[in-house]
Each structure stands twice: as structure tokens, then as C-alpha cells.
Nanobody
């Protein structure tokens, strides 16, 4: 099993920045890809960004390209999501996820482990 714990969410004004963290523990050697997803009220969970532990790949949703940056600290088993130029439409619960399978996949079904989520609210 792998446990994922997110932190760093909060309330920010449009144009501001936040950095989310996701600490992984347990059988982390089984993980190939770490990803971030988000879910707004009344909407389906959607892909935000993903990267491999090995650094082979990185992937972003079009809606966040140029504004969000995903990174990792292998020594700390932690993945980060730096979010800049935030917009009200970025408001959602953000989830960290880990996949044992396909590298940098945006497909929700390919992720085996999920964190509890952290709320990000962007005011206009």
C-alpha cells in the first residue's frame, strides 16, 4: 500500500500563487508516476499534471500549461504543484495520486492510490 497526504491548499486572490505538496509513504518503490487531479463542485475529476519519479516524462493539462509546475523531491518522496497566475476557475479540491502503471498518464483509472484532497479557492 501507498499513503498520500496533501497539504498547501487555501484561499487566494486571482493572480496569486499557491504550492501544494504531496508526501508519499509505504511501498513507494512500486510507483512509476505521480499526478495531480482536481474536482470542482458538480464536475468530474480532471487531470492537472503528472511526472515520473525517474524524470522520464512530464505532462500537463492544456488549461494549466505555463501557469502550473509539477516537481518532485525523490529523497523526501514528495511531489509539488506550484500554481501561479491562479484564476477563479482553478477553484477545486486538488488530489494527489500515484500510479503503478502507465507513465505520466492523464487517465484517472490508471491511478491506484489517492490522497484525501486539499481545497483550493481562488477569489475574483
Amino acid at each position: 500500500q501507498v499513503q498520500l497526504v496533501e497539504s498547501g491548499g487555501g484561499l487566494v486572490q486571482a493572480g496569486g500563487s499557491l504550492r501544494l505538496s504531496c508526501a508519499a509513504s509505504g511501498r513507494t518503490f512500486s510507483i512509476y508516476t505521480m499526478g495531480w487531479f482536481r474536482q470542482a463542485p458538480g464536475k468530474e475529476r480532471e487531470f492537472v499534471a503528472a511526472l515520473s519519479w525517474s524524470g522520464d516524462c512530464i505532462n500537463y493539462a492544456d488549461s494549466v500549461k505555463g501557469r502550473f509546475t509539477i516537481s518532485r523531491d525523490n529523497a523526501k518522496n514528495t511531489v509539488y504543484l506550484q500554481m501561479n497566475s491562479l484564476k477563479p476557475e482553478d477553484t477545486a479540491v486538488y488530489y494527489c495520486a500515484a500510479s503503478r502503471g502507465v507513465l505520466c498518464t492523464p487517465a484517472t483509472r490508471e491511478y491506484n492510490y489517492w490522497g484525501q484532497g486539499t481545497q483550493v479557492t481562488v477569489s475574483s
